[in-house]
Nanobody
């Protein structure tokens, strides 16, 4: 199983970035994005289920970030708009193999990508 992430970078506050995650090796029930800033714990950002497209967001990103999936391309996206300096972190793609009612914790996911750096300058 591999989760290949791309799309991180440096952007000014108020700008946008789009992250991509292409999983391979098996089918998954849900995909999520987490982030980890220096000295902080890894935190939930957003999640989406593959078949129904149900989405879940952290309060801190609601209205600014959008998670989506393209079944034909087998890719999950995280569109990040109106970025703030506090969004600066390493962003990780995560995958869960089977159904569960919880999406918000690192323990809810079975596989992880290598992470991509997002830096928002003020």
């Amino acid at each position: 199983v591999q989760l290949v992430e791309s799309g991180g970078g440096l952007v000014q506050a108020g700008g946008s970035l789009r992250l991509s995650c292409a999983p391979s090796g098996r089918a998954f029930y849900a995909m999520g994005w987490f982030r980890q800033a220096p000295g902080k714990e890894r935190e939930f950002v957003a999640a989406v289920t593959w078949t129904t497209g149900n989405t879940y967001y952290a309060d801190s990103v609601k209205g600014r970030f959008t998670i989506s999936r393209d079944n034909a391309k087998n890719t999950v996206y995280l569109q990040m708009n109106t970025l703030k300096p506090e969004d600066t972190a390493v962003y990780y793609c995560a995958a869960r193999a089977y159904f569960s009612a919880s999406y918000y914790y690192t323990g809810d996911y079975d596989y992880w990508g290598q992470g991509t750096q997002v830096t928002v300058s003020s």
